[in-house]
């Protein structure tokens, strides 16, 4: 699996490596089946292209906790967006991270995430072909708004599944996970239309041992956001 592009190669570890655990860093691993977002335009659409996105997150999630069993387990996750450009004198594709300018997603890592998350994994890429041509010109939506638009979306989705402990991965995976948002505001850079908004994900890891403490804490906070 890819790394966001080459320029970062050399000094971020790889998808597969950061599953583990061993090392940390920031990566790329995209829904593999790309929903049209072009055309989401009834409630249902929207609603298969947000699963399609959960989905994804959801099999990242047992790929880190398989390579992690008995070990550590995931303990926090983060749904965040950004913004990148692309590269000059290269074509740029939404589907390639080589192609990308990553400035963005570094200083998403750097700044926010680096000294307490184990990974930021980029699951996703809206440029503005991907907005309905309705949400563009009622609402003059661009792929920054898009991207905020979806990333509500996919926190409401990911957290619903969580609290369902009917779910197959209930005690595997959610039973002790959090899940938030990154509170990055329209996630663009400041002034300047960029080529595409991308989405990503944040993963933290921590011991297995939990303290009795720490789980009766943790309970305690789930029942006082559940009233």
Known sequence: MSVLSTATLARQPSYDVLCRGDRKGFTQNLVKVRPDYSSIDTLQKRKEAVKALVDHIIVILQEFN???LHEQYIKEVVIGKTYIQGKSRIAFDQTDGSTW???GVSSRWSTKYQSDSNALVVIEC???SDV???LREVFDMDQQNFGLMFENLVLMELKSRIKNKKHDLYEQIFKFL?????DDG?????GQTTIGTVLYVTIKLAEMEVEEEEVEEEEKEEEEEEE
């Open 132 to 134: 309905p041509l309705a």
């Open 101 to 103: 300018k990553i400035g």
């Open 66 to 68: 398989d390579e992690n």
């Open 178 to 182: 959090k899940v938030k948002n990154s």
């Open 186 to 190: 329209g996630g663009g850079r400041f």
């Open 126 to 128: 809206f440029c503005l």
